[in-house]
């Protein structure tokens, strides 16, 4: 996963965990707007979170960045 995806995600789990708390939930369009912007980079973290580790829609905001930070 590019640097810039691994940062962005970290930052809006962040957001969310400090505004939510603890067991607030995230899907991988949370770190994307409304407007597909930038679709190479949505299709990377579409395939890392539903191919190479089959998560469900929406998981623990908490649990995503903990894999991000181990590198999984």
Not at 21 to 29: A, K, P, R
Not at 44 to 58: G, K, M, N, S
Not at 62 to 71: A, W
Request: proline residues 1%; charged residues 30%.
């Amino acid at each position: 996963m590019r640097e810039s995806l691994r940062k962005k995600i970290i930052t809006v789990c962040d957001d969310k965990i400090a505004k939510k708390g603890d067991t607030v939930g995230v899907s991988f369009y949370a770190f994307f707007r409304n407007k597909n912007d930038d679709p190479e980079q949505l299709m990377e973290a579409a395939q890392w979170w539903i191919q190479t580790h089959q998560l469900d829609h929406f998981e623990k905001a908490v649990k995503i960045k903990q894999m991000v930070l181990e590198g999984c």
